[in-house]
């Protein structure tokens, strides 16, 4: 069983040759963190990311701070894909079973880590996650330094904090002893005045520093901040037993190309 790209060619390159040149573009871009990780690192410290999930073109350079972190860091056993669902299919929270392809090859589903996690809110369905690119474009960045990590993608068409709050303690109880890392792809503030998603985009990443997940969904209500995957940071803060959180990089799609209106994007670490 395979999902199949939805994406490829479309937010990132579609051919493989491509697709590294681009990833080694977005860690040399002057938005990015500079450079590439030569050596992966050993001291496994970090407990969850965030990261956006845009256009590699827009949001790649942004997203290659969160995978220097991690590869710096140590790549786990299994990486736990947290993404909402811009499709609006499938269940509510759905866990796939399917082994995602992307251009850069097969990335193996831990089965053991979905068959724990699977209960009345998370349930398999690899219908959700067919067409859905916001698990889909992280998965090349790990693939460029690794080949062994498990991957366990989790899609949300449900966000209200009564469930992401359930599935991140879910996450907690059932990744205790193993050796994982959680990362919730979100972007943040969409198609507003530059000014104006700087100015918000603050207001809900300062929430996520100070690990507040009930103060995150409720200012992102409040404000009507239009962040797309508020679900996953909140089960990722729940789920992954950091402190406070480490921003990264904040940037604009107006910093790559300028805009009258922007999307914002994050890059945040949990240690």
């Known amino acids: 069983m395979v999902r199949k790209p939805a ?27 500079g450079s590439i990780p030569s050596d992966e690192g050993e001291s496994r410290e970090l407990e969850g990311l965030v990261c956006p999930h845009a256009g590699y073109a827009y949001s790649g350079p942004v997203a290659a701070h969160s ?16 993404g909402p669902s811009h499709q609006g299919i499938g269940t509510g ?7 995602y392809e992307t251009p850069l090859g097969l990335v193996e589903i831990d089965q053991e880590l979905v068959n724990d996690l699977t209960d009345e809110i998370i349930q398999v369905d690899d219908v ?5 690119h916001s698990i889909e474009v992280q998965m ?5 330094f690794s080949d062994s990590f498990k991957a366990v ?26 050796d ?9 503030s969409h198609y507003v005045l530059k000014e104006n998603a ?31 995957g508020y679900g996953p940071v909140v089960s990722m803060m729940i789920g992954s037993g950091g402190t406070e959180g480490e921003l990264l990089k904040y940037a604009t799609s107006g910093d790559v190309t300028p805009a009258k209106e922007v999307v914002g994007y994050g890059a945040i670490a949990f240690r």
């Open 7 to 33: 994406v490829a060619g479309q937010f990132y390159p579609g051919t493989e040759s491509s697709l590294k040149d681009k990833i080694e573009e977005c860690f040399t871009h002057e938005l990015g963190p």
């Open 180 to 188: 994982v890392v959680i990362i919730a792809s979100t972007d943040f």
């Open 67 to 82: 995978y220097k972190a991690l590869v710096e860091d140590g790549i786990p056993e299994t990486i736990i894909f947290l």
């Open 140 to 144: 090349p960045f790990l693939q460029y």
């Open 128 to 132: 959700a996650h067919s067409r859905e």
């Open 93 to 99: 929270i759905a866990v796939a079973e399917e082994d």
């Open 153 to 178: 993608p989790i899609c949300f068409n449900k966000q209200d904090f009564k469930t992401a709050k359930k599935v991140g303690e879910r996450l907690k109880e059932v990744t205790e002893d193993r």
């Open 198 to 228: 700087k100015k918000k985009d603050k207001m809900a990443i300062e929430k996520i520093l100070d690990n507040d997940p009930k103060g995150l969904f409720d200012t992102v209500q409040k404000e009507h901040i239009s962040m797309c």
